[in-house]
């Protein structure tokens, strides 16, 4: 047993599994690794597709890191901080969920040399904090360029080099428009700080059928409802939209009620009490004269009545998130209460609600409204996996149309950036006098991992690729990079890919703090020992590759 302090002792048990020192660390490097290994081949735009099987039966096909990593299962605790990553850099910039990996992997990797050398990993932690420092520096003041965020064609064609490596490049053209449309509607700005929250207000459709090129972006909201009532119009013409949180049917009991009724009489007077709760509420509702009527909770048929009567559409049961985005795109006000309702509350700035089929299912269009802050995105398509593979490659390209509004800097792509980091860093570690300038120099060396992988995976000589590439640095400027469809070394300026800045910071500071935290783990212990037909399982220290790749 042993402590921090006399009060606080930590009892190792009989069936506590404690591994510690050089073997931990060398473990949780070869597991980062094989993470990277089972995502390398998904870089660039000759990436592979990966075919992934959920517990369920169903299939997965796609190369995007992120959706990759969150189907499978493994039991290493270093393995899971890496697949973490890749949601970290999903969730922050949405684009370079695979460059993460491989470059953290990378760094892993050339720290287990100084490792086996006997270096403290406390001295190689701080030959990267200072490489991770410098290369900030780097990308903000000596690599990135300004970008107009009013140039238009400029903006789509970065958003193009992002979705050049992506199953939905061969309509990148329709892609990039929907994008940059849908971030343009949703944007907010106040007090000179733009908000775009595409998560909430950009609202993706899926529906099988027709082709991709009949994928739009809709100036308001589609929901798949239909109108509650079958003699409800399902046209109107510039409506007036009431949007309600509370139900418009009898008001149940507040706590548990029980009511004894000694005659039939009673009876009467409480459907009576009912009925004209109904009609009270519905009158409040008719006296701000809307068109439509649309509630999260439900619409009793006496209330149905007598919105029909006064000639109002309604849709009941939204979800909360549908119902907050058609508030913003009409301009209407979600009421809790029906005795609140004002005629400021009305949203009035649509043009046109409109009941339509699509496929087998009704749907509620709610269109032509003026400056909507929300949209919904149609995709069409001939099957449901190629909606969702598509839909991934929206949601990166939408992020990036995000990054660059946000943060209007850009870097060149195709292993450029990483080759003139690089080479800058190299250059810089020569004047680090002590030891750390080897872990130093290995972190510009990791670099280079991104152009490696992107002529490997287009089948071209990387040793001779590499070296051109480093020779073009040395003489011609940094914008040089690796075409990654044919292997050859292009100027990215006049080949025209770029990447947001925003993206590659994130990826470098992910994958620099990865690497420094499973370096500083050296014990893992558990107290976990399943049992399965007799046998220990692996614990968490021993999973190889073969089973992380299971």
């Known amino acids: 047993m042993f402590g921090s302090t006399p009060n606080t002792v930590l009892v190792l048990s009989p069936n506590t599994k404690r591994d510690s020192g050089r073997k931990v660390q060398r473990e949780n490097i070869q597991a980062g690794k094989a993470i990277a290994d089972v995502i390398r081949t998904c870089v660039g735009p000759q990436a592979r597709l990966k075919m992934l099987m959920d517990p369920m039966g169903g299939i997965v096909m796609t190369n995007d890191g992120n959706a990759i990593l969150r189907e499978i299962t493994v039991q290493h605790p270093a393995a899971k901080s890496m697949i973490e990553i890749a949601r970290t850099q999903d969730e922050e910039v949405g684009d370079g969920t695979t460059s993460v990996i491989v470059l953290a992997g990378e760094m892993l990797a050339t720290a287990e040399l100084f490792l086996e050398q006997n270096m403290h990993p406390t001295v190689i932690i701080r030959a990267y904090r200072q490489a991770l420092e410098d290369m900030i520096t780097i990308l903000n003041d000596q690599v990135s360029i300004e970008l107009d965020c009013n140039d238009r064609n400029k903006m789509i064609q970065v958003i193009n080099s992002c979705i050049g490596t992506k199953f939905i490049r061969r309509w990148s053209e329709l892609a990039c428009q929907i994008a940059l449309d849908a971030v343009y509607t949703v944007m907010l700005e106040e007090n000179g700080r733009r908000e775009i ?60 009620t029980n009511i004894e009724i000694m005659n039939e009489a009673d009876f009467t007077k409480i459907l009576e009490l009912e009925e004209e709760h109904v009609k009270k509420v519905c009158e409040e509702v008719i006296s701000v004269k809307p068109d439509v009527v649309i509630t999260e909770k439900g619409i009793s048929d006496l209330a149905q009545h007598f919105l029909v009567k006064a000639g109002i559409s309604a849709i009941r049961r939204l979800r909360k998130s549908d119902i907050n985005r058609i508030a913003r795109a009409c301009g209407a006000t979600v009421v809790n209460r029906t005795e609140e309702l004002k005629e400021e509350d009305v949203g009035t700035r649509a043009g046109l609600f409109e009941i339509k089929k699509l496929g087998d299912d009704y749907f509620c269009f709610i269109t032509e409204c003026k400056d909507p802050k929300a949209c919904t995105i149609i995709l069409r398509g001939a099957s449901k996996d190629i909606l969702n593979e598509t839909e991934r490659n929206l949601q990166d390209a939408l992020h990036v149309a995000r990054n660059l509004l946000i943060d209007p800097k850009l870097v060149p792509g195709g292993g450029a950036v990483e080759m003139a980091v690089s080479r800058l860093l190299t250059e810089k570690a020569a004047g680090l006098a002590s030891v750390e300038q080897w872990p130093y120099k290995a972190i510009a060396q990791a670099l280079e991992i991104i152009p490696r992988t992107l002529a490997q995976n287009c089948g071209a000589n990387t040793i001779r690729t590499l070296t051109g590439l480093r020779a073009k640095h040395a003489t011609e400027g940094t914008t040089w990079g690796i075409d990654g469809e044919t292997g050859k070394l292009v100027d990215m300026k006049e080949y025209g890919i770029w990447e947001p800045l925003s993206v590659k910071l994130q990826t470098y500071k992910t994958a620099v703090e990865t690497a420094i935290l499973l370096l500083r783990i050296d014990d893992i212990v558990s107290g976990i020992k399943k049992k399965k037909d007799g046998h220990e399982t692996a614990q968490p220290s021993q999973v190889t590759e073969e089973s992380m790749k299971e």
């Not at 589609?222 to 510039?238: A, E, F, G, L, S």
């Open 197 to 256: 929250d595409i998560k909430r207000y950009a609202k993706v459709e899926k529906i099988p059928g027709a082709t991709m090129e009949d994928s739009v972006v809709l100036k308001g909201v589609m929901i798949n409802k239909d109108v509650t009532h079958p003699k409800m119009r399902r046209y109107i013409k510039n409506p007036r939209i009431v949007l309600l949180d509370c139900p418009l049917e009898y008001k149940k009991g507040e706590s548990q």
